[in-house]
């Protein structure tokens, strides 16, 4: 048996499911996980020595690439320096600082040690600032694992959310609206219908935990609409899209400023770093200055810190997201060609360094139409191309990354292990 199975067999003793995140066990798409030993650039070894292109870069945050010197080389500096301290540090003001001037909608910002608790620490600010509980998110759209956004559409379209996963009591569901996204004629009519009890609205931006699926401007120009109108707090979840999409982020990419943004994955450059900030009014109600409490032993640690501060560096080199929204643009146009050719219905969209594939005739824009994406094809396609050393998300809903560490010689082998996998036609 290969060391990397025998790794998978030993790590299920005592890890449930063998993985410490759930989409990380190739449940969906079947197979055996892959063990990293080590990753350079644009790719990864296993754990038998096979090497891999990789387009999930860690979920999002190695838009650089694995172990970028000049990363690596920070986050070398400030670990010799001590690993933390508990207490602030000039690196965390020259993040936030940073984070303010290329963020113009955030005045203020904090930093946490991941997605999750941003988004869980901006929903408690919102809900704290307005005196009101409700929240509305939207179907297809994940914010990490807070027992608030844990919660599906309920029975009807308009009723209230019901748990969807154990352990979430009805009651915590019961306070959040799950709507369509995109679906801007459901937003207004819940607006309508009880838009004074509606704490804070939070959005994937552009989403991309259901595959990708991009907005329509209307929707978010009506969630800005609304939530001015009826005093609700807009938090833009940009955890994903967050110097992912743009230097602007999804918010200078459509226009939108939000009240509150979520970030994460790359501000932390590989490294456990999330935040959350926004108005200046908002904020101040965070402890210790105001009444809602928020907290963390390693939030702004100074070592994840250092590797953040060393990405968002690199990212702000000239032309660097023209070149990697190119890149990912013809990785998007080759595919599509490649399975055109072969007369397999397949389609794929790019925004910025972010992609969707699909194996239906066109890219998705909500998410019914994204679960009607063959997840057959999808399986046939990821396993035919990790066989080939190429690493897509192992799950046909989830998004894929490039990093400016992928070149012309990487586009060219993944297209064609791709035209390969096409030409062999359905198994
Ligand atoms: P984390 O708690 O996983 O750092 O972030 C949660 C989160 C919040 N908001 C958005 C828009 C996100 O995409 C995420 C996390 N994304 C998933 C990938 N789809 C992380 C991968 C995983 O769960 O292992």
């Not at 890890?15 to 410490?20: A, C, D, K, M």
């Not at 891999?52 to 920070?74: F, K």
């Not at 003001?93 to 997605?115: E, K, N, Y």
Request: aromatic share 8%; glycine share 12%; net charge neutral.
């Amino acid at each position: 048996m290969p060391r990397n199975d025998e790794l998978f067999e030993r790590s299920k003793q005592h890890i449930p499911g063998g993985v410490n995140s759930p989409v990380r066990a190739f449940r969906s798409v079947g197979g055996i996980p892959r063990f990293v030993e080590r990753g350079d650039g644009p790719r990864f070894w296993d754990a038998d020595g096979r090497s891999y292109i990789d387009y999930v870069g860690s979920w999002g945050p190695l838009i650089v690439g694995h172990a970028h010197p000049q990363v690596v080389e920070a986050v070398k500096a400030a670990a010799a320096r001590g690993l933390s301290f508990g207490a602030p540090t000039a690196a965390e003001a020259d993040l936030a600082d940073l984070l303010c001037r290329l963020v113009p909608s955030m005045d203020q910002v904090r930093l946490v040690s991941s997605g999750t608790e941003a988004t869980m620490s901006a929903i408690r600010l919102a809900r704290g600032f307005t005196g009101r509980s409700r929240i509305v998110k939207f179907e297809g759209c994940y914010h990490g694992h807070a027992d608030a956004l844990l919660v599906k559409a309920g029975s009807g379209l308009l009723t209230f959310g019901t748990p969807s996963s154990a352990g979430v009591p009805a009651p915590v569901a019961g306070e959040t609206l799950v709507l369509p996204y995109n679906g801007t004629a459901a937003l207004r009519e819940a607006f309508a219908r009880e838009g004074a009890a509606i704490a804070a609205v939070i959005v994937e931006p552009v989403a991309g935990n259901m595959n990708l699926v991009a907005p329509d401007p209307a929707f978010l120009a009506a969630l800005r609409e609304e939530c001015t109108r009826h005093g609700s707090v807009l938090i833009f979840d940009e955890v994903m899209t967050g110097f992912r999409v743009g230097l602007s982020c999804a918010q200078g990419l459509y226009g939108i400023t939000p009240d509150l943004t979520t970030l994460g994955k790359v501000i932390g450059g590989g490294m456990p770093v999330g935040a959350f900030g926004g108005r200046a009014d908002i904020m101040r109600l965070l402890a210790p200055e105001g009444p809602v409490y928020q907290a963390g032993t390693l939030s702004g640690n100074p070592v994840a810190v250092a590797a953040g501060l060393a990405t968002l560096a690199l990212v702000q080199a000239e032309g660097f997201y023209g070149a990697l929204a190119r890149a990912t643009r013809r990785l998007c146009d080759g595919l599509q060609a490649c399975a055109r050719e072969a007369g397999v219905p397949f389609s794929a969209q790019a925004v910025g360094g972010m992609f969707g594939l699909y194996f239906r005739e066109s890219p998705p824009a909500s998410y019914q139409e994204a679960m009607e994406s063959d997840q057959g094809a999808f399986n046939r396609f990821f396993h035919a191309m990790l066989d080939q050393g190429i690493y897509f998300a192992p799950s046909a809903y989830e998004a894929g990354f490039v990093s400016s560490a992928h070149g012309e010689a990487e586009l060219d082998q993944t297209l064609e292990a791709a035209r390969r996998h096409f030409r062999a036609g359905p198994r």
